[in-house]
């Protein structure tokens, strides 16, 4: 189902009737005597500290990391069935995203300042993103087949995970890693635009602590024309369609010892629009992308050694141009060993690069082709970390030698003290790098031209913040600053009517960040902004703010749970955002209202809706001026509803 503008507000107000009404019925069943009867301890809860392995490669409590972390655990991504990893983090602290169309289409995303070449992205521990364009493509992986999403803010990574962590890591974990009982699900939702989904999962668990976790799902759409203002072909909604499979399986050998492996696969059709300023073909892509790992495990009470091995793959078949594949292959050996105070940790890494291309656009000049199409990339890492009641410290230091850039060295210091039982200050300072995409450093096409001469980017952080915990909220504020040394950006050089990859000298990101999240009885209530000053710091754009990088993001939300039901109203707002180096030019600021719940009809059946921009708004996150022209499109006012049903 499509919607024109001049038909949003009758729709509108359908909309916000329904959810009202929904609202206003089970708030009405809420006081029944028989519901009236149920205590705090049925209902659904807020957790306010959570469990986070990404921060430190070892589990630990969320208010006992240093640095800035997000947990979307998956009854959070109960309120995104029907839609992608990228419109999970797009509303997260300190996101915004870049997308050349709807569902599916190209997109970029970046997190306080850093776009995702610089922020690593890791499914179930192994890399997971493009080794031509450096970009993770989390447009088309699916919610469905995720149970949490992990997010650590800022560099404190690099001395983790190594290259790639300048800005942060995201971390997916597949559905099924938490599977407590034998149970199985099925799911078929409709929304907007010819929208479709349908899927089913089975989990198994037996008495000796054996788990396995099977899913499969399909996600479709007639979308939205990709292009505005286009004709012919280009004018046409610009499709999405996915087969999406998820496992996750785990057994233990004996009392010390497990061993286990998950995959995640996507295999996805996207229909775009190719700049053909009348008739002419419909272009499309095929991809293929996942990850799977295999893993031993043994463990006593004071010892942790862990051995895994896993690929990643991105496969990118243009139908109206060249087609990508990347592999990452990785094996890690991590030991934590408990001291009398605190625990020390240290392992080895090995990772393989590797891309292939097919050159379907041959030029005059010969065909396209990589100098170097992989790398090795051996690794070494240590750290130390203490949690007390009074204080947090947390020391890494990881060694990286890359076969194409030689060696680099990180590390992390961080210190947090609580002054109070419910309220920590602390502080930390990283280092982190990344090395040129071979894209940038080797590939020619009708618009870029290589550069082989990139430096390494390498960057200095430090962060500072404050935070109050209780029973009934959270709340942080985070100050963060970043120098980075080379930044690499694409640069339009008028004399050869073509774009570059060039290193910036100097450039710093800088702001801070305020989240707040809240539950009082049966009503959640908080939100978050982030400030923003992405900014050159030499040459002739020194001061400027730097293209796609927002200032001001936030967003406010109020919800209300009860044992039937849950709903959530959100406003999302992204600031102006310059598009050209200058600044001469910006995309307009943006609001969109959202509304999303849950109905349990029964305590097998979920009824779960969600709409999204209910005032319509048309808006872009992507739009150039100039001779290349072009914007694209959002959705406006649009919806999902879907039903799951289980059986225990």
Same mark, same amino acid.
């Given at each position: ?63 006992? @990391? ?31 995203? %870049? ?19 610089? @922020? ?46 300048? +800005?942060? @890591? ?15 699900? @099925? ?51 610009? +499709? ?88 990452? %292959? ?11 105070? +605190? ?39 240590? +750290? ?70 990139? %430096? ?193």
């Amino acid at each position: 189902m499509s919607l024109s503008r001049s038909s949003s507000r009758t729709y509108l107000r359908l909309s916000i009737l329904s959810a009202l009404g929904l609202l206003a019925v089970n708030t009405a069943m809420a006081v029944t005597p028989d519901v009236a009867t149920i205590n705090d301890s049925e209902l659904p809860q807020v957790e306010l500290d959570e469990i986070i392995v990404t921060a430190t490669r070892t589990p630990t409590k969320t208010s006992n @990391v240093i640095a800035q972390t997000r947990v979307v655990d998956k009854e959070d991504l109960k309120r995104f069935q029907g839609q992608t990893v990228l419109e999970v983090l797009r509303r997260q602290p300190g996101f915004s995203i %870049k997308q050349d169309g709807g569902m599916g289409q190209s997109s970029n995303f970046y997190l306080r300042g850093y776009d995702s070449k610089r @922020v690593l992205v890791l499914i179930d521990g192994v890399r997971y993103g493009s080794m031509s364009t450096g970009q993770p493509a989390l447009a088309l992986l699916p919610t469905d087949q995720i149970d949490r999403i992990e997010i650590l803010y800022g560099a404190s990574g690099s001395s983790i995970y190594g290259s790639d962590a300048m +800005g942060g @890591v995201i971390q997916i974990f597949t559905k099924g890693s938490d599977v407590d009982q034998t149970n199985f699900s @099925v799911t078929a939702g409709v929304g907007s635009h010819d929208h479709y989904v349908y899927g089913a999962t089975a989990q198994f668990t037996n008495a000796q602590g054996a788990k396995l976790s099977l899913s499969a799902s399909r996600n479709q759409t007639k979308g939205i024309s990709a292009l505005d203002n286009r004709t012919g072909n280009d004018k046409d909604d610009d +499709g999405f369609e996915s087969n999406n499979f998820a496992l996750n399986a785990s057994m233990p050998i004996t009392q010390n010892i497990s061993v286990g492996a998950t995959g995640l696969f996507s295999k996805s059709t996207t229909e775009f629009d190719n700049f053909s300023f009348g008739p002419g073909p419909n272009a499309e892509i095929e991809q293929k992308n996942g990850a799977v790992s295999a893993f031993s495990q043994y463990e006593n009470d004071k010892l942790t050694v862990r051995l895994s091995a896993g690929q990643s793959l991105d496969k990118i078949d243009n139908k109206v141009g060249d087609a990508f594949e990347t592999k990452q %292959k990785q094996a890690n050996l991590i030991s934590t060993y408990e001291l009398p105070i +605190g625990q020390f940790q240290a392992g080895a890494e090995w990772l393989q690069q590797e891309v292939d291309l097919t050159d379907n656009t041959p030029s005059a000049g010969g065909k396209d082709s990589y100098k170097i199409n992989d790398r090795d990339i051996k690794s070494g890492f240590a +750290g130390y970390q203490v949690n007390e009641d009074a204080y947090d410290f947390q020391a890494n230091v990881r060694f990286d030698d890359n076969s194409q850039f030689g060696h680099e060295t990180t590390f992390g210091l961080g210190y947090a003290v609580k002054l109070a039982p419910s309220l920590r200050l602390g502080t930390s300072f990283a280092t982190g790098y990344r090395a040129p995409t071979l894209n940038d450093l080797y590939i020619e096409s009708a618009y870029y031209v290589p550069n082989e001469d990139l %430096k390494v980017e390498k960057s200095k952080n430090l962060e500072v913040f404050i935070e109050s915990t209780s029973t009934i909220q959270t709340t942080r504020l985070t100050g963060f600053n970043s120098n980075v040394d080379n930044l690499i950006d694409n640069r339009y050089d008028g004399s050869i009517d073509k774009y570059q990859a060039l290193n910036i000298d100097e450039a710093s990101l800088s702001g801070y960040s305020f989240t707040s999240d809240w539950q009082l009885s049966n009503i959640l209530f908080g939100g978050q902004y982030t400030r923003t000053n992405a900014e050159e710091n030499s040459g002739a754009n020194k001061g400027k703010q730097l293209v796609y990088r927002p200032e001001n993001t936030g967003l406010v939300y109020i919800g209300y749970q009860a044992a039937e039901f849950d709903i959530r109203t959100e406003a999302e707002y992204v600031g102006k955002t310059y598009n050209v180096a200058d600044n001469s030019t910006f995309i307009e600021d943006y609001t969109l209202f959202n509304i999303s719940g849950n109905y349990y009809l029964s305590p097998n059946l979920t009824w779960t809706s969600r709409i999204n921009n209910l005032t319509n708004v048309d808006y872009s996150t992507n739009e150039s001026f100039g001779q290349y022209a072009s914007r694209y499109n959002q959705d406006g006012t649009n919806f999902f509803t879907s039903l799951t049903y289980n059986w225990y």
